[in-house]
């Protein structure tokens, strides 16, 4: 069938977006795969593209979203993981992040690739919030 074809390589490409960090392309490609031919198995890889780009409330939704609609057994999981990823990437976000704040995971692990000359304590003085740090100021603060 010409339609799971088209879906098929588009999901493809969305896997290879994603390997690229190219997480935006990737979220449209399974976007539109899954306009293609509906699948839970494109709007989940939607859904974590969603989550990589920071949006966790995205993601969130479209999880609990095919757990409603009764995604298959297998994926059961694997959701009830991101989602648990999701609301707890949401539940450490601060209200008012910095521009030169990370604000996920995939963020950090960026910060980190790009300044490699950082210590450990200088990484963790990223993940602080001024409640955290119980009124002193950190380099990365300022």
């Given at each position: 069938?010409?339609?799971q074809r088209e879906a098929?390589?588009?999901m493809a490409e969305g896997h290879d977006a994603n390997k690229r960090l190219d997480f935006d392309a990737a979220?449209?490609?399974f976007n539109e795969s899954n306009q293609v031919q509906p699948r839970p198995a494109a709007r989940l890889s939607a859904a974590n593209m969603?989550?990589?780009l920071g949006d966790a409330s995205g993601a969130i939704q479209s999880y609990l979203d095919l757990l409603r609609e009764g995604a298959v057994p297998a994926d059961?999981?694997?959701l009830h993981r991101k989602l648990k990823e999701a609301t707890t990437v949401l539940a450490n976000r601060s209200p008012d992040p910095s521009p030169d704040r990370p604000t996920s995971q995939l963020d950090r692990t960026r910060a980190d690739r790009k300044q490699p000359?950082?210590?450990q304590a200088d990484r963790m003085?990223?993940?602080r919030t001024?409640?955290?740090t119980a009124g002193r100021v950190y380099s990365s603060e300022l």
């Open positions: 069938n010409a339609r098929a390589r588009l979220r449209k490609l969603a989550l990589k059961h999981e694997m000359d950082r210590t003085s990223l993940d001024p409640s955290m």
